[in-house]
């Protein structure tokens, strides 16, 4: 029941006590026979009237036939008086024995009174105060509760319909590969325990949104068929001070009573921002969050068997601790899906709707570039909605071409699509780019070139180094700010001008040029460094410089960075005139396969 229901009704309850209590003392039950005083007249003249106690104004009246009845007479007048002057006469009155009887106090006629004026209010206002503490108690109870942490369990045998296997997730084969590991652990820990090996404890997922980082920690979740506990980081970041890390703990605690599980925590960035960043100093919610979740972390027995999975699309504001070993010291990069990752997506969501023959999902994914899983997700579900609309009775080719557009359209779509020409461009850029380095002296292999973009990048060529490297040598860098800028002038010699795209690469290449110089003495100004670095913790992870030279040390400073980069674009642009044919090539594949592994790169290279 209600418990203000509940209140009310018990309020309405006393009440009628009372009422009930009242009428008890003022009409007692047994009323006698009232008789008027006129009638009391007629009855003592014709001698019929015994006795006639006065009590009060009362008059208690006993018949010779000893009936009773009572009468009342006026206040301040006596009964005889009162007799006479209605007529009785003096004999029949005299024959009428009157007694005068002091009035009866019952203790009620005080004390009730006293209980309705002084004690009643008294009761109610406890019974109210009773009510209210007992509220606050109960609100502090859900304060309490409120604590626990929310997270969603997908039970290892609550998985049932939902659960998911690496075989659901499209795509992401070196995410999966990296998984597998821990799949693994958590099916076997002794294994693992008896060899002394230290396990992941927090492993990054690292990508934008709707890549299927959620879904990839679900996955390993059901192929190792364990719990799943699932919160978002900016749930974490409630009102109260106190709650965060009283959830954190919570859901730890939770984690490690069905262990071994898996913790996953979305949108790690929201509470894992680097600390400090914030402006006034930052005891804040989140920081105290945060240091929980470190603590959590670090409290966990190798064979606990508990691993955090958490997901960012920002792992460079994330605060370095979380980072440390023994935290989240790995992390795997997912990437958007190319061509042939997006047909796969695209399968997936399409096996449980029926699908015509001309169905061709190949087309569907060449005219998706830039679409995330959960894009192509969302195209297959408006494809089957776009049938259901023309009451077809299966999903035709056309319906899949028109779901991309409501879905380009839609409000949601945020992210970049190329365009044919600005594909073109962009498979010209990172061709320059991956050549370049490949042919300039001291760099590292390219790993993959990609021209799906990426944050604001159109796309990206990546350089794993083979070996750690702690020291670099001034050819490295010439190479490294000769690739930076292979980007633009492949763009340059192609279509003879320069793109947008590439102000990135021209800020860091610039950056690293004025660092040989400034910082690594590698410029014909000396072993000297300029300009003194300060970090300023309160603007966050700004760093500003103090200038300790002269206005002409800085004009030579200049200098010198002007020709580290025209060295480096000449060097650039000689490498890149000498193998057109080669760019030609690698330009074209990429915009086919929009991904070039390793392996097919140095091929391409190779052939020539
Ligand atoms: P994120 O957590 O990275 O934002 P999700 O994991 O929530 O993205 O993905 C959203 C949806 O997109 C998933 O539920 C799934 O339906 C679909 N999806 C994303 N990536 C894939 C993939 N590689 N294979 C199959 N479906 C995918
Ligand atoms: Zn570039």
Redesign the pocket.
């Known amino acids: 029941m209600n418990p203000l229901l509940k209140n009310f009704a018990f309020v309405i309850l006393i009440l009628l006590a009372v009422g009930g209590l009242f009428s008890l003392l003022y009409f007692p039950s047994t009323t006698p026979n009232q008789i008027s005083a006129t009638q009391l007249v007629s009855d003592i003249n014709a001698g019929n009237v015994k006795k006639v106690v006065v009590a009060g104004d009362t008059l208690n009246i006993t018949y010779t036939d000893d009936k009773t009845a009572t009468s009342m007479k006026e206040a301040n007048v006596s009964v005889t008086d009162l007799l006479t002057n209605l007529g009785v006469t003096k004999d029949s009155l005299q024959k009428v024995q009157i007694d005068i009887q002091a009035p009866q106090e019952s203790v009620w006629t005080w004390l009730l009174p006293a209980l309705l004026y002084g004690v009643l209010p008294l009761l109610l206002i406890g019974f109210f105060l009773w009510t209210m503490m007992r509220q606050a108690k109960t609100g502090a109870m859900q304060a309490f509760d409120f604590t626990k942490a929310r997270a969603r369990i997908f039970g290892a045998e609550g998985h049932g319909k939902e659960k998911i296997n690496f075989k659901?997730?499209?795509?992401?084969k070196e995410a999966k590969e990296e998984l597998v590991e821990i799949v693994d652990f958590l099916k076997f820990p002794q294994k693992y325990v008896a060899m002394g090996a230290k396990i992941p404890r927090g492993v990054l997922?690292v990508?934008?949104?709707?890549?299927?980082?959620?879904?990839?920690?679900?996955a390993v979740a059901g192929e190792a068929n364990v719990p799943f506990l699932s919160i978002s980081g900016s749930e974490f970041v409630e009102m109260f001070v106190g709650v965060g890390s009283a959830r954190v703990r919570d859901l730890f605690s939770m984690a490690k009573k069905s262990a071994p599980s898996i913790v996953f925590i979305?949108e790690l960035d929201a509470i894992g921002r680097h600390r400090g960043a914030g402006i006034g100093g930052g005891h804040d919610e989140r920081e105290q969050t945060l240091n929980q979740i470190l603590v959590e972390m670090d409290g966990f027995e190798k064979e606990t068997g508990v691993i955090i999975l958490a997901?960012t699309?920002r792992p460079d504001i994330l605060d370095p601790a979380l980072l440390r070993p023994g935290r989240f010291d790995r992390k795997i990069v997912?990437d958007p899906?190319d061509v042939h990752?997006r047909e796969?997506?695209l399968k997936?969501?399409s096996k449980t709707k029926p699908l015509a023959s001309d169905v061709n999902f190949k087309e569907v994914a060449e005219r998706t570039p830039g679409f995330?899983?959960?894009?192509?997700?969302?195209v297959a579900n408006e494809a089957a909605l776009l049938a259901a609309r023309y009451n077809k009775k299966e999903v035709d080719q056309k319906e899949f071409l028109d779901a991309i557009e409501k879905v380009l359209l839609g409000p949601e779509r945020k992210s970049h699509i190329l365009s044919k020409k600005e594909k073109e461009i962009a498979a010209y850029h990172e061709a320059g780019h991956a050549l370049v380095s490949t042919f300039s002296p001291d760099t590292e292999p390219v790993r993959k070139i990609s021209i799906i973009a990426r944050g604001m990048a159109a796309g990206y060529t990546l350089q794993v180094p083979s070996e750690e490297r702690k020291m670099k040598t001034k050819t490295g860098f010439m190479s490294e700010i000769a690739t930076l800028l292979g980007g633009c002038s492949a763009e340059k010699i192609k279509f003879g001008e320069m793109t947008t795209g590439a102000s990135n690469d021209l800020q860091r290449a610039s950056e690293l040029a004025r660092r040989l110089v400034k910082e690594f003495g590698m410029s014909s100004l000396g072993l000297i460094a300029f300009g003194e670095k300060e970090e300023l913790v309160f603007l966050g992870k700004e760093i500003s410089e103090q200038r300790n030279y002269s206005e002409k040390i800085a004009e030579r400073i200049d200098e010198e960075v002007d020709i580290i980069i025209k060295g480096a674009q000449k060097n650039a642009e000689i490498i890149l005139l000498k193998r057109k044919n080669l760019l030609d090539k690698v330009a074209k594949d990429l915009i086919e396969k929009e991904t070039i592994e390793r392996a097919e790169f140095e091929k391409l290279i190779k052939s020539k």
Request: charged share 20%; aromatic share 0%; no cysteine.
């Open positions: 659901d997730v499209a795509g992401l997922l990508g934008g949104a709707g890549v299927g980082k959620t879904l990839l920690a679900r979305d997901a699309n997912l899906p990752d796969e997506i997936i969501h995330t899983g959960a894009d192509l997700a969302n």
